[in-house]
């Protein structure tokens, strides 16, 4: 992967002047005027790793608190001993490590009274990372100590980043050959993450990708997939989709991004799909650069692989429907009650704790509750009329030629049990089997009430529908004999409140149509 830096300061950015973008900050504690003013004499023009010096300060243990609730990222605080009290520096350490909870923040004791806070007492019982007596702090100490302070600073919150980064991406691993919209997101924030401690604390960069997954630059959109600092809302992102989007499409530098930028294409099949956009805080050498690349092109492998999982998956679903068509050509007037089933399954399904993932793989299983009647007669189907009890033993061969039509791929297994066994009930007394339904998949015994429910709703050339309140009336008798009781009580729950009247309502346009009249068998 190629990284395309930018070539010029944005015009809006030459304008900002001398405001610095970055900067380190220095809390700098003490109640003495003058040693705060000998203070930023001393680190005056202090500079390091291309980011200027930015010095707060505060005369009291109070004052200095509200700093920190200010200021999240001070990197050192030099901090004076004695102030309002002889040891409001000591407590001021131990808020810090102990109450905020921050180990990252590089502490300097600096006092002028060495004999009421020894040296070597402090260093043992407080967890601060230099002590210095005012009198040898020379200008040259001085910046000698803040420069060591805020390097260990970088370099602690570089390996801090790297292991949150770290942590994303081995939480995503186990999920990257099952992989979904979540796991993905996850692991480009663990990769996005990575590269911002690569850059030194940069708090400007992120990752997008062309509608996400799928898609091309074709219709030259990015989406937002992982983002970070300023560009972690809308307006940071607009501020610099186009021009990435150009760069990546054409190759060429952009011109009205922040100087010394990056834009990394992420491709798969050899085509651009989306962008890396960092703003480093330093120019980056080429092992930096190496890098970046190569966490690039893993995240175009992930793409890869959710782009071969969606079209997996799709043709899956694809089989299921093809499956679903061919019974409903065999048996015309349920073609809408396969589609309504589908629907019904996945309320329930997440009413009674599944996921709508989980939901959703149900509802598309239970479109062939009835694919078995395939190899149904068409005489005994498109019979007007009720079945005699031999035509009916027939019928109910359907749940056995479903189950050998499923039976031999892994994906349909949760078709293939609903398939087989949504005529068996709860007390045993159903088919194919005769086992009570409990010991069958939940999918399995929601289809089991929502076939019966809906049924009961629609026109047969045999009955008129059923009012929804007989129909219900009925399924709740079932509870506990035919049915599950618990299922009952969450179709019940429901279709009390409402969440089954669009799905009624299509039942309803169906009875009225002139294709309910036509013959089938339940």
Known sequence: MKLIRTRNDPPQAAAAGTVPRHTWKLLVVDDEPDMLALTRMSLKGFRFADRDLEIIEASSFLEAREMFSR???????????VMETDDAGLRLVEYIRKDLG??????IIRTGQPGIAPERFVIDHYDIDDYKDKTELTATHLYTAVRSAIKSYRDLRSIDLNRVGLQHVLAAAPDIYRISNRSLNQFFQGVLTQIVGLCNLSDSSFIATNDGVI?????????????????????????IRAQCTQ???TGQAPDMLRKDAYVVPLKVQNKPIGFVYI??????DASDRALISMMAQQCSNALENLRLHVDLTRSYD?????LARIAEFKDSATGSHINRIDRYTRLVAIEMGLSEEEAAHVGRASRLHDVGKIGIPDAILRKPGRLDEAEYAIVRTHTGIGKSILDNDAYLATACDIATHHHERWDGTGYPEGRPSREFALATRIVSVIDVFDALISRRPYKEPWSVQDAAAEVERGAGTQFDPAVVAAVMKLLRSGIFDPIIDAARQQNSSPESFLPAGD
């Open 71 to 81: 200021h999240k990222d001070i990197a050192v605080a030099l901090v004076d001993v």
């Open 102 to 107: 921050n180990a990252m923040v590089r502490l």
């Open 215 to 239: 898609a091309t630059f074709d219709e030259r959109e990015a989406t937002l997939q992982a983002a970070s600092g300023r560009l972690d809302n809308k307006e940071g992102f607009e501020r």
């Open 247 to 249: 760069a990546i499409l």
């Open 279 to 284: 703003e480093p805080t330093h120019d980056l």
């Open 318 to 322: 694809h089989m299921i429907d093809m």
